[in-house]
């Protein structure tokens, strides 16, 4: 597994200030979530270390999730040098992952 799990306490420590760090905001229960987890540990994969890929659970994490406006699950966030900027809520097809991610690596 590619997929670094973080919370409320270490979230914003594990975000790369260098490079692109993309976030999955989702919980267990979620079943298009249950579908999401593949699709980002493959990207992870494949971009190796142009990328890091987070999870957090809303669940056991939610101040983070209040601060991002987390609001339907799942949600990615893209940050690019510590910055948001991206943001797609629901589940969407790999190829719209990669294409958000091919504009910022």
Not at 23 to 38: E, Q, T
Not at 65 to 71: D, L, W
Not at 72 to 97: C, D, Q, W
């Amino acid at each position: 597994m590619n997929l670094l799990a973080v919370n409320d306490t270490n979230f914003q420590g594990s975000i790369r200030q260098q490079g692109v760090t993309v976030v999955d905001f989702g919980a267990v229960w979620c079943p298009p979530c249950k579908v999401l987890k593949p699709i980002l540990d493959e990207l992870a994969g494949e971009y190796g270390e142009k990328l890091s890929v987070l999870e957090v659970n809303c669940d056991e994490s939610p101040a983070i999730a209040s601060e991002y406006g987390i609001m339907s699950m799942p949600t990615v966030i893209v940050f690019h040098n510590g910055e948001p900027v991206e943001k797609l809520v629901g589940l969407r097809p790999k190829a719209v992952y990669e294409s958000l991610l091919t504009k910022y690596i």
